[in-house]
């Protein structure tokens, strides 16, 4: 049984050890989905203070998963995806998902789902997120897919990595 809530400063430590665990350098994590990047403590913690969509999903007092979202008003161009969606999305309202990540011993048991159920539940407006196409994050898209998101466009990034546009409306 685990339990959801909005994310707190308390819970960086939690939230990096999720993220590490399916951070695409770990082999630990199989064939499942993975993140390839991750941010630094003040840029989360900015979020944590001023996005009501930064939920974990924790069991006991353990962590087992987040998912990191924000509205487009409080977007800051502090990484390559911030600024392209500011700058091509510019004057629309959205919620964009940054990142979700679930630990590899709590998937498969619709951890994700519910955390992504509960952003859309409490959404009034588009929402947006990133998956990595090269290299590509199939299990990402799959799941995406599956909840009703479609893919809008495609990012290139400056260091040769690309990642695909979904949006949810």
């Not at 087992?64 to 309202?93: C, H």
């Amino acid at each position: 049984m685990f339990l959801i809530r909005k994310a707190k400063v308390s819970d960086l430590d939690g939230i990096y050890k999720a993220i590490h665990s399916v951070f695409i350098t770990n082999k630990n994590r199989g064939n499942n989905g993975f993140l390839r990047g991750k941010h630094s403590r003040k840029f989360y913690t900015y979020y944590i203070h001023n996005s009501r969509f930064f939920y974990v999903a924790i069991t006991g007092t353990n962590i087992i998963g987040f998912l990191f979202a924000y509205p487009s008003k409080i977007m800051k161009p502090e990484d390559e995806v911030n600024r392209y969606m500011m700058k091509e999305f510019q004057g629309m309202k959205y919620i964009f998902i940054s990142q979700i990540g679930i630990m590899p011993e709590y998937q498969r048991q619709h951890i994700g789902k519910k955390l992504y159920k509960l952003l859309i539940k409490k959404s009034d407006v588009p929402i947006l997120t990133t998956i990595a196409s090269n290299p590509p994050n199939k299990p990402s898209e799959k799941f995406h897919i599956k909840l009703g998101f479609s893919k809008i466009g495609i990012i290139n990034k400056s260091d040769g990595t690309s990642s695909l546009i979904y949006e949810l409306r």
